[in-house]
Protein backbone atom coordinates (compact mmCIF):
# COMPACT_ATOMS: atom_id res chain seq x y z
CA UNK A 1 0.00 0.00 0.00
CA UNK A 2 1.60 3.39 -0.94
CA UNK A 3 1.01 6.67 0.77
CA UNK A 4 -1.28 9.12 -1.27
CA UNK A 5 0.57 11.87 -3.11
CA UNK A 6 -0.78 14.53 -0.47
CA UNK A 7 0.79 13.04 2.19
CA UNK A 8 4.02 12.02 0.52
CA UNK A 9 5.35 15.58 0.22
CA UNK A 10 4.74 17.00 3.87
CA UNK A 11 6.19 13.36 5.03
CA UNK A 12 9.24 14.49 3.04
CA UNK A 13 9.48 17.95 3.48
CA UNK A 14 9.22 17.17 7.61
CA UNK A 15 12.18 14.57 7.35
CA UNK A 16 14.33 17.04 5.44
CA UNK A 17 13.47 19.62 8.11
CA UNK A 18 14.68 17.08 11.16
CA UNK A 19 17.68 15.58 9.29
CA UNK A 20 19.96 18.44 10.56
CA UNK A 21 18.80 18.18 14.19
CA UNK A 22 19.39 14.42 14.21
CA UNK A 23 22.40 14.62 12.32
CA UNK A 24 24.12 16.89 14.99
CA UNK A 25 23.81 14.63 17.85
CA UNK A 26 25.41 11.84 15.76
CA UNK A 27 28.07 14.29 14.03
CA UNK A 28 29.07 14.49 18.50
CA UNK A 29 28.50 10.68 18.96
CA UNK A 30 30.63 9.73 16.28
CA UNK A 31 33.70 11.77 17.23
CA UNK A 32 33.57 9.84 20.62
CA UNK A 33 32.84 6.43 19.61
CA UNK A 34 33.69 4.01 17.17
CA UNK A 35 33.28 0.30 15.96
CA UNK A 36 36.54 -1.99 15.30
CA UNK A 37 37.35 -4.79 13.81
CA UNK A 38 40.08 -6.58 14.52
CA UNK A 39 42.47 -8.12 11.88
CA UNK A 40 44.90 -10.25 14.77
CA UNK A 41 45.13 -13.39 16.73
CA UNK A 42 46.63 -11.47 20.33
CA UNK A 43 43.17 -10.57 21.17
CA UNK A 44 40.20 -13.53 21.14
CA UNK A 45 37.61 -11.42 19.83
CA UNK A 46 37.23 -9.86 16.59
CA UNK A 47 34.72 -6.94 17.27
CA UNK A 48 35.11 -3.66 19.44
CA UNK A 49 33.45 -1.07 20.99
CA UNK A 50 35.59 2.31 21.21
CA UNK A 51 35.12 5.07 23.53
CA UNK A 52 37.19 7.91 23.54
CA UNK A 53 36.42 9.35 27.09
CA UNK A 54 35.90 6.10 28.50
CA UNK A 55 38.49 5.59 32.39
CA UNK A 56 41.01 3.44 32.30
CA UNK A 57 41.29 0.27 34.73
CA UNK A 58 43.67 -2.43 35.16
CA UNK A 59 42.17 -4.39 33.14
CA UNK A 60 40.78 -1.66 30.21
CA UNK A 61 41.22 -2.71 26.61
CA UNK A 62 42.71 0.19 25.31
CA UNK A 63 43.50 0.81 21.81
CA UNK A 64 46.22 3.21 21.20
CA UNK A 65 48.90 4.13 18.24
CA UNK A 66 52.61 2.14 17.89
CA UNK A 67 55.41 3.56 18.49
CA UNK A 68 57.04 3.59 15.37
CA UNK A 69 60.18 1.25 15.35
CA UNK A 70 61.66 -1.20 12.98
CA UNK A 71 60.09 -4.04 14.09
CA UNK A 72 56.87 -2.63 13.72
CA UNK A 73 57.09 -1.90 10.22
CA UNK A 74 58.36 -5.21 9.76
CA UNK A 75 56.01 -6.83 10.94
CA UNK A 76 52.79 -4.71 10.57
CA UNK A 77 53.49 -1.95 7.81
CA UNK A 78 54.79 1.28 7.69
CA UNK A 79 51.18 2.20 8.87
CA UNK A 80 50.36 0.06 10.92
CA UNK A 81 46.65 -0.22 12.53
CA UNK A 82 46.03 0.50 16.07
CA UNK A 83 46.95 -1.99 18.34
CA UNK A 84 44.59 -3.33 21.33
CA UNK A 85 45.98 -4.71 24.38
CA UNK A 86 44.54 -5.45 28.19
CA UNK A 87 46.51 -2.86 31.14
CA UNK A 88 47.89 -5.02 33.50
CA UNK A 89 50.12 -2.42 35.27
CA UNK A 90 49.06 1.86 36.26
CA UNK A 91 50.86 4.90 37.03
CA UNK A 92 52.75 4.13 39.92
CA UNK A 93 53.34 0.05 39.66
CA UNK A 94 56.58 -1.10 39.73
CA UNK A 95 57.80 -3.69 36.56
CA UNK A 96 60.57 -6.30 36.99
CA UNK A 97 62.16 -8.70 34.69
CA UNK A 98 63.74 -11.78 35.76
CA UNK A 99 64.54 -14.61 33.47
CA UNK A 100 62.13 -14.62 30.78
CA UNK A 101 59.27 -14.06 33.25
CA UNK A 102 57.17 -10.53 33.74
CA UNK A 103 56.31 -9.05 37.10
CA UNK A 104 54.07 -5.91 38.26
CA UNK A 105 54.15 -5.32 42.12
CA UNK A 106 55.83 -8.54 42.47
CA UNK A 107 52.94 -11.00 40.55
CA UNK A 108 54.29 -12.51 37.29
CA UNK A 109 52.17 -11.05 34.61
CA UNK A 110 53.38 -11.96 31.20
CA UNK A 111 56.46 -14.48 30.19
CA UNK A 112 58.82 -13.07 27.16
CA UNK A 113 60.28 -14.17 24.23
CA UNK A 114 63.70 -13.34 22.74
CA UNK A 115 63.03 -13.53 18.97
CA UNK A 116 59.42 -12.55 17.02
CA UNK A 117 58.21 -15.46 14.54
CA UNK A 118 60.14 -13.71 11.94
CA UNK A 119 63.72 -14.60 14.01
CA UNK A 120 64.35 -10.91 14.84
CA UNK A 121 65.48 -10.27 18.35
CA UNK A 122 63.11 -8.61 20.62
CA UNK A 123 64.64 -6.42 23.36
CA UNK A 124 63.59 -6.52 26.96
CA UNK A 125 60.87 -3.86 27.88
CA UNK A 126 60.72 -1.19 30.65
CA UNK A 127 61.03 -2.00 34.15
CA UNK A 128 60.28 0.28 37.33
CA UNK A 129 57.94 2.61 38.21
CA UNK A 130 55.35 3.23 35.30
CA UNK A 131 55.28 7.07 35.17
CA UNK A 132 52.32 9.15 35.23
CA UNK A 133 49.95 8.95 32.19
CA UNK A 134 51.25 5.69 31.42
CA UNK A 135 50.25 1.94 30.93
CA UNK A 136 51.75 -1.37 31.04
CA UNK A 137 50.12 -3.23 28.08
CA UNK A 138 49.81 -6.80 27.31
CA UNK A 139 47.57 -9.49 25.96
CA UNK A 140 47.33 -13.42 26.79
CA UNK A 141 48.47 -14.16 23.27
CA UNK A 142 52.24 -15.61 23.86
CA UNK A 143 53.45 -13.74 20.79
CA UNK A 144 51.99 -10.69 20.98
CA UNK A 145 54.39 -6.96 20.59
CA UNK A 146 53.23 -5.41 23.77
CA UNK A 147 54.73 -3.61 26.81
CA UNK A 148 57.07 -6.80 27.58
CA UNK A 149 59.76 -5.38 24.62
CA UNK A 150 61.12 -1.77 24.23
CA UNK A 151 59.91 -1.65 20.48
CA UNK A 152 56.50 -0.52 22.23
CA UNK A 153 57.72 0.12 26.04
CA UNK A 154 55.04 2.01 28.23
CA UNK A 155 51.77 3.09 26.54
CA UNK A 156 51.47 6.80 27.44
CA UNK A 157 48.31 8.62 26.97
CA UNK A 158 49.26 10.99 23.78
CA UNK A 159 49.34 7.49 22.35
CA UNK A 160 45.79 6.53 23.62
CA UNK A 161 42.92 6.88 21.20
CA UNK A 162 40.50 5.45 23.82
CA UNK A 163 39.14 2.34 25.75
CA UNK A 164 37.14 -0.58 24.11
CA UNK A 165 34.74 -3.18 24.97
CA UNK A 166 34.64 -6.55 22.84
CA UNK A 167 31.03 -7.05 21.52
CA UNK A 168 31.70 -10.17 19.36
Same mark, same amino acid.
Given at each position: &????????????? =? !??????????????????????????? =????????????? /??????LIFFE? /? +? =? *???????? +?? /? +? &???????? &? @????? %????? !?VFING??????? *??? %?????????? *? !???????????? !?? @????????? *???????? +??????????
Amino acid at each position: &MRLPLRLRRPLLL =S !GLVLLPFAWAPLDAFSKDHAFLINASP =SLPNWAFWLDRDA /PIARGSLIFFEP /P +Q =S *ELVDTHFG +QA /P +Q &MFGKRVLG &M @PGDVV %RHEDD !GVFINGKKVATRL *EVT %RLGIPLTRGP *E !GAIPDNCYYTGT !GH @PRGLDSRYA *EIGFVCRG +QILGSGRAIL
